[in-house]
């Protein structure tokens, strides 16, 4: 048991998606998840696990930033024994080279929350996403010809940023999309020794205003989470 997650030990499968969304979880489960028995509802922060291709996933809702990811992502890895997170979400498009329902596959993730600064001072610590749950989620999303571009997630504390500037200063740094949960799940899985991946499609743009219907944004939703689930299966693979 932890403090927001009140599982019993054994509760939580070994890997875990994560959507920020909590009732995304549970369209998860219901979803792609056979046998799926939900574990969770402190806060209605749901949490199920089911089995997909035959290996043990949880899905689990984050909530919305990066000290709601944090205390989720931080009671799996300590308490649950969890070996991977991958966070399936939505990003605002920086670059003029992704557009709407594209995936991004977050191979970094810069911020502008002061957490790793209360962890590091005046060092600042790269985020960076796991690197075969990375090659995993780039391999299946080619298998399934899904439009996934891999490179810098930029983890926003602001949704409605007083600077939008500073995110355009980022995107001439390559940096490809703004969301706002990233670069605490990949600094906690460092912290734990664990894994950490994000992928985010693209639900609106930045630049050129576009922005997806919710049926698109459900579509692209549906195929990025079949990626993100064989990216997984793969990585079990290997494990065996
Ligand atoms: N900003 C932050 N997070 C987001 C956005 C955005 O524009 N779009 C989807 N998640």
Known sequence: MSTHIGAPEGAIAPYVLMPGDPYRARWIAET??????????????????????????????????????????????????????????????????????????????????????????????????????????????????????????????????????IAKELAKYGVLGVEMEASALYTLAAQFGKKALAVCTVSDHLITGEETSAQERQETFDDMMVMALDAIVEMDKNRA
């Not at 919305?64 to 991958?86: C, H, N, R, T």
């Open 32 to 165: 792609f998840l056979e046998d799926a028995v939900q574990y969770n509802d402190v806060r209605g922060m749901l949490g199920y696990t089911g089995t997909y291709k035959g290996v043990r996933i949880s899905a689990q809702g984050s909530g919305m930033g990066q000290p709601s990811m944090a205390i989720y992502a931080y009671e799996l890895f300590d308490s649950y024994d969890v070996e991977a997170i991958v966070r399936v979400g939505t990003c605002g498009a920086l670059s003029e080279t992704v557009k709407v329902r594209d995936v991004i596959i977050g191979m970094t993730a810069s911020t502008d929350s002061a957490m790793n600064r209360a962890r590091f001072g005046d060092v600042t610590f790269a985020p960076s996403a796991d690197f075969e749950l990375l090659h995993n989620a780039y391999k299946a999303a080619q298998a399934q010809n899904l439009p996934a571009v891999v490179g810098g997630l930029y983890s926003s504390d602001q949704f409605y940023s007083p600077r939008p500037e």
